[in-house]
């Protein structure tokens, strides 16, 4: 009995380990030099017709869910979004927009509707401010 329950705990203990390092691995990633950033979130919040978005796909590559920003290359590029549905209607509807992306710079994308209680709406670009960096002069 103590054979097997030290295998257990040292397979558990090995499995800690793993998921820790792939956790800070995963923190060490790094981005091109002139990298921008897409944001979902409102910069402005007091416009009431505006709603946060999520960045769903990059140029029909799939982004991580739930990310703060999206890393993106400079050049042209296709952003899928997607935001909550209106009140009343259970599904979300997807939006595509074609971007330029400037090197160095952040993206903050909303969602616009004319009405809040209207399910139809369009990305528009809130925001762009400079994300600095050591090349980003």
């Known amino acids: 009995i103590n054979a097997r329950r030290y295998a257990n705990l040292r397979r558990k203990l090995l499995t800690m380990i793993m998921a820790l390092l792939a956790a800070a691995l995963a923190g060490c ?3 091109p030099e002139n990298v921008s950033f897409l944001y979902g979130e ?10 946060a978005t999520v960045i769903t796909a990059v140029d029909g590559q799939s982004t991580m ?12 590029h296709v952003v899928r979004l997607t935001t909550a549905p209106a009140a009343g209607f259970p599904i979300p509807e997807m ?21 809040r ?8 670009i809130e925001r762009v401010d400079d994300a600095g960096g050591s090349n980003c002069r």
């Open 29 to 31: 990633a790094t981005y």
């Open 65 to 76: 869910l739930r990310s703060v920003q999206v890393p993106i290359e400079p050049g042209p």
């Open 42 to 51: 409102r910069y402005y919040r007091a416009n009431s017709h505006t709603f």
């Open 117 to 124: 209680l209207l399910q139809n709406w369009r990305p528009v």
């Open 95 to 115: 939006r595509e927009l074609n971007l330029n992306v400037e090197p160095c710079k952040r993206y903050y994308i909303v969602a616009e509707r004319d009405n």
